[in-house]
């Protein structure tokens, strides 16, 4: 049904930004031109963002087509240096909505614009974020939304497996050559750096072995044959827990990379954001189950252990690695993710349990190179940040 078209500025909440009356405005335009005809959107909610890119929520108050009630409208800055996370997110989204609908596992692109550095997206709704079940009192509900997050993530491996060559195209065509994943460069600087910095700060050294080991894991990263579609970032709050299942938000390192690496995710809790508790015994176990089950009709030699598991130990030491070469230069007893609130647990309490837990895999594989790094950078992180850093509290849900 039409509605009323009307002329002129959209309408805005008084309480709005200049930049978020300027998404707005701007979105209103590229809408009007992708459609040929005069779309007026009004009441903008803002979503929050990264860094200074802008999110709003706006409805759409006139137009002359059948578009949604609302919409989701994205504005991104200047890209800075060799990183541009507009054009990661508006590839990742032309990729995945030319998914079949029912294959979709994220909001559709209604609209982009180059020069905007904008795009307009399929308002998934209110729908509570994987963050809200973990920091809620159901332990059920939690549960189910961390499954579903496993799920869903193999399902779109599976989905988007072997695409490479279609997503560096897209972005040829966005004007780039930014096609590489954005972690990639950040594995290989950990795997260079970390002993260095293991050595200086912690006053651990990094055996023959251990290197070996994670220059083996790099290159099984980097060679990888088993790629598909990667959102990149793992939080929580990028996970919207839905009636049909969870649906992924915010792609803006999105990429095609080795999938395992992604799995690896599941047995180092959201190892791209400093807001993770711990989770219940059992429970990453379950998670891997899970993506395999959705994997293995697309890549069936995960199914056997003997050729999953220690990759899987590779991309969980790359992980460790990662967040340890990030975080120690500043590493504090009591530095607290300033994304949550401050019962947020220390990041050195966060680091030392991933080493913990890197410590106990290796050790069921028999790696005992790992098992001994881990238990040396164990044991200094105990020595400077005392006992309590290697008691992570569970999630709210699970208390």
């Given at each position: 049904m039409s509605v009323e078209i009307t002329a002129g500025s959209p309408d805005v909440?008084?309480?709005?930004?200049?930049?978020?009356?300027?998404?707005?405005?701007?979105?209103?335009?590229?809408?009007?031109?992708?459609?040929?005809?005069?779309?007026r959107l009004a009441d903008p909610e803002d979503l929050g963002g990264a860094g200074r890119s802008v999110v709003v929520r706006v409805r759409v108050a006139a137009t002359p087509f059948s578009l949604p009630r609302t919409l989701v409208v994205k504005r991104y800055p200047p890209a800075a240096a060799d990183r541009d996370p507009f054009a990661h997110e508006t590839v990742s989204h032309q990729l995945l909505t030319a998914l079949p609908s029912e294959e979709r596992l994220t909001p559709e692109l209604v609209a982009h614009d180059i020069r905007k550095r904008l795009v307009v997206l399929e308002d998934l709704g209110k729908a509570p974020r994987l963050a809200d079940k973990l920091?809620?009192?159901?332990?059920?509900?939690?549960?189910?939304?961390?499954?579903?997050?496993?799920?869903?993530?193999?399902?779109?491996?599976?989905?988007?497996?072997?695409?490479?060559?279609?997503?560096?195209?897209?972005?040829?065509?966005?004007?780039?050559?930014?096609?590489?994943?954005?972690?990639?460069?950040?594995?290989?600087?950990?795997?260079?750096?970390?002993p260095e910095l293991l050595e200086r700060v912690l006053e651990v050294e990094t055996s023959g072995k251990a290197r070996d080991f994670a220059a083996a894991a790099v290159k099984g990263f980097v060679s990888s044959r088993r790629r598909a579609f990667s959102p990149s970032t793992s939080c929580p709050d990028n996970h919207l827990v839905t009636s049909k299942g969870v649906r992924f938000l915010d792609f803006?390192?999105?990429?095609?990379?080795?999938?395992?690496?992604?799995?690896?995710?599941?047995?180092?809790?959201?190892?791209?954001?400093?807001?993770?508790?711990?989770?219940?015994?059992?429970?990453?176990?379950?998670m891997v189950a899970a993506w395999r089950a959705e994997v293995g009709s697309v890549w069936p030699d995960l199914d056997d252990d003997a050729v999953f598991l220690p990759?899987?130990?590779?991309?969980?030491?790359?992980?460790?690695?990662?967040?340890?070469?990030?975080?120690?230069?500043?590493?504090?007893?009591?530095?607290?993710?300033?994304?949550?609130?401050?019962?947020?647990?220390?990041?050195?309490?966060?680091?030392?349990?991933?080493?913990?837990?890197?410590?106990?895999?290796?050790?069921?594989?028999?790696?005992?190179?790992?098992?001994?790094?881990?238990?040396?950078?164990?044991?200094?992180?105990?020595?400077?940040?005392?006992?309590?850093?290697?008691?992570?509290?569970?999630?709210?849900?699970?208390?």
């Open positions: 909440d008084n309480a709005a930004t200049p930049e978020i009356d300027e998404a707005v405005a701007a979105a209103q335009s590229v809408l009007s031109g992708r459609f040929g005809a005069q779309i920091l809620g009192q159901d332990a059920r509900a939690a549960e189910r939304g961390l499954l579903s997050w496993a799920h869903a993530m193999g399902r779109l491996h599976a989905t988007t497996a072997g695409r490479d060559a279609d997503f560096d195209a897209l972005m040829r065509r966005q004007g780039t050559q930014c096609c590489q994943d954005p972690v990639a460069v950040d594995v290989h600087a950990a795997r260079d750096g970390l803006e390192g999105g990429c095609v990379r080795d999938i395992v690496f992604d799995a690896a995710c599941l047995r180092v809790p959201f190892p791209s954001c400093w807001c993770a508790y711990g989770l219940p015994a059992g429970m990453s176990e379950a990759r899987l130990l590779e991309s969980q030491l790359l992980w460790v690695w990662l967040s340890t070469w990030r975080a120690l230069p500043k590493l504090t007893a009591t530095e607290q993710s300033g994304h949550r609130g401050q019962d947020a647990p220390p990041r050195s309490t966060i680091l030392t349990s991933r080493w913990v837990r890197l410590r106990t895999d290796a050790a069921s594989l028999g790696a005992t190179a790992i098992v001994e790094h881990a238990d040396a950078v164990v044991a200094a992180l105990v020595e400077r940040y005392g006992e309590k850093a290697t008691r992570l509290e569970l999630y709210p849900a699970f208390r």
